[in-house]
Each structure stands twice: as C-alpha cells, then as structure tokens.
C-alpha cells in the first residue's frame, strides 16, 4: 500500500504523471527572465539601493510631510485620469466597432491622434487656446480661465493616454463571439440592456487593466506638471526637481519608491479582479459578423460623447499643426517656414536617431509581450503571476526614476562575481554611444500594454483550440505561430502600435541618458519648449505625429497582409 501510495502521490491523483513541459517552454522562460533581469531587475535593484541610503530613507520620510499633500495629489490624479481615460477609451472603442456611422476609419486615428505626439506640445497647444489669454477662452468669449493645476493636468492626460484603453478595449469588442449578441436578443434583451449586462462585463478584464496604465500613467508623468501643472504638486515632479535641482539622486530613488506603492496596490486590485472575472469569448474563429446597434438609447449618448471628444482633440492638433506655419500663434500669425527650416538645419540626425531606434525597439518588446502572456496564461500560471507583475513594472515605474535607473545601473559595466559581463551601455562613452540603453528603456516602456493586450487575448482563446494541434504533434512554439496568432492579430496591432507610439514620443524615461552623439526628438522638442520657442517645438511636434503615422501605416498594411496569408 505504502508504494501505491507514493506511486499515486508523484503521478497525481488519478495514478497519471502530469504532462512534461516541451524545451521550448524553459528556453522561453529563461530567455524572458533574462531579458526582464536587464530591462528592469538591475535597474530596480541600484534604485532600492540609492533609496535604502540615508538620504534616500530621509525622502521617503519627507513625501508624507504636510499632510502627505504631494501624495494624495498624486493619486487624485491619477484616480482622474484613470476613470476618465478609460471612459472615453471605451466610448470611442464601442462606436467604432459597434455604430455605422460617416467617418468611423477616420475616428480611429483620431482616437490615436493623442498618442502620438510629445504631451507636452499638446499642453502648450491646450494653453494657447484655453488659457487666460486663450484664442477661445478670451478670443471668442471673453473669459480668463486658469488652466494651470489638476484641471489642466486632467484633461492633457485623459487626451494623451484614453487611446491606451481604446486600442485595449477595442482589440477585445472585436474578438467577442457575435452569436453572445444573438442570443441576448433572442431574449428579448434591448440593446442598451445587452451593452450593460453582456457588452461591458465581456470587456471589463480590458477595462480594467487598461485603468491600471491609465492611473500609473496619470502619477508618474511628468512633462505635463512641469508645462501645465502649475501650484499643483506632484511626486513625479518631485522627484525631477530633486535630480535637476540639487542632484539628489539618492533623495530622488526615495521618493519613487513612495509612488511605486499606490502604482502596485492597484495593479494587485486590478488582478484580484481579473482572475475573478475571467471570460471566454473565442472558441475558434468567431462565426457571423457583429450587427450594428441602431438604438437611439445607445447611439445618441455615445456618438455625443463621441463628437465632443472628436472636436476638442481636431481643435487641439490643428492649433499644433497651424502653430510650426506662423511667426507666433495668437500674437503674430504671419505665414512662416522658418520653424521647419530650423528643425531641417538642425534636427535631421535627430529624426533619423530616433526612427531607427524605435524600428528596433518595437518589435522586440512586441515579442517579449507575447512570450509573458503566452507564459502566463498557458503555461506557468503560478510563476507567471510574478512574471506578469515584473513586466507591468516598465509602467510602474515612473519614467524619471526608471532613466535615472538604468544610467546608475549602465553608466558603468556591470559586473557579476568579479567578472564584466556587459560594457558601458549608457552615456557619451558607453557602447554605441548610448543608443543601447536607450533603446532597452524603450523595450521596458513598450512591454506592459502589449503584455496585457496578449494576456486578455490569450485568456479569450479556448485552450481546445490549441489542445487540438497539440495532439496532432504541433510542438508549442509552432501552435503559437500557426494557430493563436491569427486569432489574436488585434492584440498584435495594440503591441506594435503602443510599442511604436511610446518609443517615438517618450521623453521622461530617457532624459538623463540621451547623449550629444544620440540625439532623439523628443528631448529636442523639450529644448525647444524650454527656450520658449513653440515655433520650433510645433514644427517639430508636427513632424514627429507624420513620421509616428507613416509608421503606423505601414505596421499596419504589414500585420494585415501577414494575417490575411496565414488564413
């Protein structure tokens, strides 16, 4: 009995061994951790450091001085942000995939729009025309509005960051099998009760780890504070001014590890809820196509909130676009090129620099994504929990820290039981004249919402479906390639584009390891705004939005033509 009994016990219960894990499965694995160990782990590793030291002890102990203040703003903003920015994600996402209507392509890259250009150009446009001397606040209607503070902030980043939510949400309206709609309406279900009681729980895993980006987003920018902030403190300016200001590197580590805390208490709410509310909405290719909602119940609100939202962005970027044509916006509108010749003289190397970076830096974390969820979800559902959370931490980490991170971690070889197992990767001297460092900043940046896009996608997928050619003798990497992908191509676009979009227009996340030899846009454009030059900076701005679109589309025209040839 003692022997059947062990036999029973290292086999499982029911006297069968459990299946092994395929080579594939730990090369990946390790491949992943590794990759993870030098876009994140050293990095995090030298801050705890900096942050443990007296100094840096000392910081954390001053973030909860007068009442907390600069903590609570912090989070009142990013708790705005959040809410707000997932709304109108949501929003766009459900017209554009669910109402007929003139113009729906068009909403979509306007919906993008946002994204796709340095959010501090969109607050100095925002400024231009809402502030006290604003082309339509006092041109139009005589008024003098203060939108400096969190009024201000809030509305810069809802703008900047709902396309995060739109690309995740819409990835997962389009997956959902139409045949749930049916069935609602078989019922007798409205539409306006289909959208609350089967539409929006479908979705609400997207829904809330797009929140979840959204509000770590919302604490720990930090162009906008500096540009529309105002008397509004936040810990991420705090942490910038302690670098700038008083190089207090130490003091800076400090107060990052206080904005972590509210970053990762969400992101934990955010997947207690998910392993709650786990949903299957793909068994296969969904069969029949979706019926538009034609419901004047649905269709007025949304499409409301939707052409409201559509003005206001229009507005925004016409007033950026028109501003690099004009001597001063506002002041002197007398037609102009001699924006785009400055940027031409001076910031050709520039735009060179920066598109192949993120040409390298796009895919790689594309690919890492889909190596975490495909480890998380199918595989190592345990370990990938810890997985999922270290990769999250590319947008956990406020950007300013991250740089100031990796330059404490690659401004030096490093080195590993006495032994230099990687050069210099960051600075004037460092390897490729820092362009490496930076380009990992932009692989850990790119990651998490293409990590979350290929999680949500992956857990919409039956397991059968791959089950089935597993049995056939597909190896796992081969049932990924031929079998999942095809069913997952939005997630895909979601990682590639937020991959593309966040490389080309980040600026806080590499601000302390840019080098005269490895110029990039978007510090350039900081240059410009800092010197009180908006000409130049929306000249440049402008330019940065084309170059982010031709991207785009041809990222796009590639996944479609590669998705149609593998059907």
């Known amino acids: 009995m003692t022997v059947i009994s062990s036999r029973s016990k290292i086999m499982g219960g029911n006297g069968r061994r459990g299946p092994r894990k395929s080579p594939s499965v730990w090369v990946t694995l390790v491949g992943v951790i590794a990759v993870l160990m030098l876009v994140l782990g050293l990095p995090v590793y030298k801050l705890f450091v900096a942050a443990l030291s007296e100094e ?54 306007l919906t993008l729009l946002p994204t796709i250009s340095p959010p501090f150009a969109a607050s100095t446009a925002i400024i231009t025309l809402f502030g006290k001397r604003g082309m339509i606040t006092n041109g139009l209607f005589g008024l003098e509005v203060n939108i400096y503070g969190l009024s201000g902030l809030v509305i810069v980043l809802t703008m900047t960051f709902a396309p995060v939510a739109y690309l995740n949400i819409k990835g997962m309206f389009e997956n959902i099998d139409p045949s749930l709609f049916e069935a609602a309406s078989s019922l007798g279900a409205s539409q306006l009760r289909t959208l609350i009681r089967v539409t929006i729980p479908m979705v609400m895993p997207a829904m809330l780890s797009s929140f979840l980006v959204l509000f770590v987003e919302g604490i720990a920018d930090l162009a906008n504070p500096l540009v529309i902030g105002g008397d509004y403190r936040v810990l991420a300016s705090q942490i910038y001014f302690a670098v700038a200001g008083s190089g207090n590197i130490a003091g800076a580590a400090g107060v990052a ?126 370990f990938g929990k810890i997985l999922d959370l270290w990769g999250m931490l590319g947008v956990a980490i406020p950007g300013t820290v991250l740089g100031l991170g990796f330059a404490l971690a690659y401004s030096q070889p490093t080195v590993l039981f006495g032994v230099n197992i990687l050069p210099a990767l960051a600075g004037g001297l460092a390897v490729g004249n820092g362009a490496i460092a930076i380009i990992m900043v932009f692989v850990a940046r790119g990651n998490p919402t293409g990590q979350q896009a290929f999680i949500s996608a992956f857990k919409q997928i039956n397991p059968q479906v791959e089950e089935a050619a597993t049995s056939l003798g597909a190896n796992p990497l081969t049932v990924v390639r031929k079998v999942t992908l095809p069913l997952m191509s939005s997630a895909v676009v979601t990682a590639i584009t937020y991959g593309i979009t966040k490389s080309m227009t980040t600026i806080t996340a590499i601000i302390f390891i840019t080098t005269p030899q490895t110029k990039v846009m978007t510090s350039q454009i900081l240059d410009e705004v800092d010197a009180g030059r908006f000409g130049n900076a929306f000249a440049y701005s402008s330019l940065l939005i084309v170059l982010v679109l031709i991207v785009l589309g041809i990222a796009n025209i590639f996944l479609t033509r590669l998705n149609q040839s593998k059907r």
């Open 257 to 382: 590890i206080v904005l972590l805390v509210p970053a990762l208490s969400v992101f934990l709410v955010q997947k207690y809820w998910a392993s709650k509310k786990s949903v299957v909405t793909v068994t296969g290719k969904p069969t029949g196509s979706l019926k538009p909602v034609t419901s004047k119940a649905v269709v007025v609100p949304i499409m409301t909130v939707v052409t409201l939202w559509t003005l206001f962005v229009v507005s925004i970027y016409v007033t950026l676009f028109i501003g690099g044509f004009v001597k001063i916006l506002g002041v002197d509108n007398t037609f102009t090129w001699e924006h785009f010749r400055f940027v031409r003289r001076l910031g050709s190397d520039a735009i060179i620099t920066t598109l192949t970076m993120t040409l390298i830096a796009a895919p790689l974390a594309a690919l890492l994504a889909l190596a975490i969820g495909w480890l998380v979800v199918r595989h190592l559902p345990r």
């Open 56 to 109: 840096g002890r000392s910081a954390m102990v001053g973030a909860f001085s007068n009442g907390g203040e600069t903590l609570i703003n912090s989070i009142v903003l990013g708790l705005l942000v959040g809410v707000l920015g997932t709304f109108i994600g949501f929003v766009c996402a459900y017209a554009e995939t669910f109402i007929q209507f003139p113009g729906r392509k068009a909403l979509h890259w």
